[in-house]
């Protein structure tokens, strides 16, 4: 069992399975990624909020032990969604940091796929940086769309795959309905927080 899908067991929530009618629950059954996907509460948006927000009144939190962001205008939420963070080996650090850069679309030379030579995806969503290339694979860079660079060493928020649990390389992955909606509310220099 690889390392990862371990991790996220024991994240999970153990789940019983249901029984045939009038019979006692059977056994306990381990959600697998997809639901722990379901596990994760949906974003909340509140619109009266957010139809405050200017790129001079947001912030950014985010949460590391939660996997969730808010996007704050003045102190009331406007956004809380759910996120993926930097697993294991690519941590994203906690701190307080500032947008640097943004970008509606560049090309990552962290983040993309390994494909074989047919240019068929072996693995989705690999880091350079912490994944080795399944043997006789390349590596094919993905877009990152809403790209929110918070320091030069590969931080940044951005649109990306939520399985549920922490499989990013230091960034923080957004759902891509949200990641335009707080793109579009803050500036260069905007505050981030990244907590525990």
Do not use: C, W
């Given at each position: 069992?690889?390392?990862?899908?371990?991790?996220?067991?024991?994240?999970a929530v153990l789940v019983v399975a249901p029984a045939a009618s009038g019979q006692?629950?059977?056994?306990?059954?381990?959600?697998?990624?997809?639901?722990?996907?379901?596990?994760?509460?949906?974003?909340?948006?509140?619109?009266?909020?957010?139809?405050?927000?200017?790129?001079?009144?947001?912030?950014?939190?985010?949460?590391?032990?939660?996997?969730?962001?808010?996007?704050?205008?003045?102190?009331?939420?406007?956004?809380?969604?759910?996120?993926?963070?930097?697993?294991?080996?690519?941590?994203?650090?906690?701190?307080?940091?500032?947008?640097?850069?943004?970008?509606?679309?560049?090309?990552?030379?962290?983040?993309?796929?390994?494909?074989?030579?047919?240019?068929?995806?072996?693995?989705?969503?690999?880091?350079?940086?912490?994944d080795a290339a399944p043997s006789g694979t390349t590596f094919r860079p993905v877009?990152?769309?809403?790209f929110l660079r918070l320091d030069d060493a590969g931080l940044a928020l951005h649109?990306?795959?939520?399985?549920?649990?922490?499989?990013?390389?230091?960034?923080?992955?957004?759902?891509?309905?949200?990641?335009?909606?707080?793109?579009?509310?803050?500036?260069?220099?905007?505050?981030?927080?990244?907590?525990?």
């Amino acid at each position: 069992m690889g390392k990862v899908f371990r991790h996220a067991l024991a994240a999970a929530v153990l789940v019983v399975a249901p029984a045939a009618s009038g019979q006692e629950p059977s056994h306990p059954v381990f959600p697998g990624p997809v639901e722990l996907i379901v596990m994760q509460d949906p974003p909340k948006v509140v619109p009266r909020v957010l139809d405050r927000a200017t790129p001079d009144n947001t912030r950014v939190v985010v949460s590391l032990g939660r996997q969730r962001a808010y996007l704050y205008v003045d102190e009331e939420v406007a956004i809380d969604t759910p996120v993926s963070t930097g697993k294991r080996r690519g941590q994203t650090p906690t701190g307080d940091f500032t947008v640097l850069e943004k970008a509606t679309e560049q090309s990552s030379n962290l983040h993309g796929d390994f494909v074989d030579r047919d240019g068929n995806a072996v693995r989705h969503g690999a880091s350079t940086r912490i994944d080795a290339a399944p043997s006789g694979t390349t590596f094919r860079p993905v877009p990152v769309r809403y790209f929110l660079r918070l320091d030069d060493a590969g931080l940044a928020l951005h649109a990306g795959r939520l399985p549920g649990y922490p499989s990013a390389d230091r960034a923080v992955r957004l759902p891509a309905d949200i990641a335009p909606l707080i793109f579009q509310r803050v500036k260069q220099d905007t505050p981030v927080k990244i907590e525990e």
